[in-house]
T-cell receptor, first 115, second 114 residues
């Protein structure tokens, strides 16, 4: 069974500082996708970044980057130069292609940005 | 970019009545749509997966007769909560993806059953 674990229910970061959110997953698949979604108070799910498992290079999207460690099944999100608008729930998610395309979400990390 | 519209955003209904939630893909054909339920401060729990023109696949523990899902066209899926009870009060989110496209989420529906 695929599981996604986020061990940090809450995190806080000072504005302009850097914070890392952790995520681990369990799978026997070799080909899959990993995602980080942001859910602000509006509850809209917003895609932050995605990583294909076959790519060794870590994905980067402006101030957001990941540290993908396939052997360790770890997929952490680093937010640099944190901004007040980054405050939200962050969900790590996993998907195996061509198997119903189901997403499996972690339990989420609530990020607070301190001005 | 692609957008998924979910309606209504909020609904209050009386216990015993039925409520329908719509999920529309606005500028792409959604071959697969997913319905999630989210309790306060918790993660998204997949309820069911629907493919256009076929019956939805429900996750274990989700009552298919209570949560009716219809995916009659490539741009519309509906979730009907039948004979709603207060414990059905929750936040429901749909998501959709087309062939080779990423997943897009609706804005969610806050259901309150009184």
């Amino acid at each position: 069974a695929q599981t996604v674990t986020q061990s940090q229910p809450e995190m806080s970061v000072q504005e302009a500082e850097t914070v890392t959110l952790s995520c681990t997953y369990d799978t026997s698949e070799s080909d899959y996708y990993l995602f980080w979604y942001k859910q602000p108070p509006s509850r809209q799910m917003i895609l932050v970044i995605r990583q294909e498992a076959y790519k060794q290079q870590n994905a980067t999207e402006n101030r957001f980057s990941v540290n993908f460690q396939k052997a360790a099944k770890s997929f952490s999100l680093k937010i640099s130069d944190s901004q007040l608008g980054d405050a939200a729930m962050y969900f790590c998610a996993y998907r195996v292609p061509n198997t119903g395309n189901q997403f499996y979400f972690g339990t989420g990390t609530s990020l607070t940005v301190i001005p | 970019g692609a957008v998924v519209s979910q309606h209504p955003s909020r609904v209050i209904c009386k216990s015993g009545t039925s409520v329908k939630i719509e999920c529309r893909s606005l500028d792409f054909q959604a071959t697969t749509m997913f319905w999630y339920r989210q309790f306060p401060k918790q993660s998204l729990m997949l309820m069911a997966t629907s493919n256009e023109g076929s019956k939805a696949t429900y996750e274990q523990g989700v009552e298919k007769d209570k949560f009716l899902i219809n995916h009659a066209s490539l741009t519309l899926s509906t979730l009907t909560v039948t004979s709603a009870h207060p414990e059905d009060s929750s936040f429901y989110i749909c998501s959709a993806r087309g062939q080779g496209s990423p997943l897009h989420f609706g804005n969610g529906t806050r259901l309150t059953v009184t």
